[in-house]
């Protein structure tokens, strides 16, 4: 039997950056399911972002999420 973890994440709590992949497109794709709508844009984006043996099907998509962080965590981020 598994056990999930159900705490309530707060604003200050860590995720990796992993974490932080999944949970991008696991709210994508809520977004588009709430709303009653395809997107074949986000489709695309959310197809990258799926994992395929270790590894995001999209490996450039990665590389711009890691880009993303590092530029986020220096402060050069829009």
Request: net charge negative; no cysteine.
């Given at each position: ?30 977004v ?26 999209d ?20």
């Amino acid at each position: 039997m598994m056990v999930s973890d159900t705490r309530t994440l707060g604003q200050d709590d860590n995720i990796s950056v992993m974490e932080g992949f999944d949970a991008a497109r696991l709210f994508l794709r809520s977004v588009l399911k709430r709303h009653g709508k395809q997107d074949g844009e986000v489709e695309f984006i959310l197809g990258g972002m799926m994992w395929a043996d270790g590894a995001p099907n999209d490996p450039i998509m990665w590389d711009d999420w890691l880009a993303a962080i590092q530029s986020l965590r220096s402060g050069q981020a829009d």
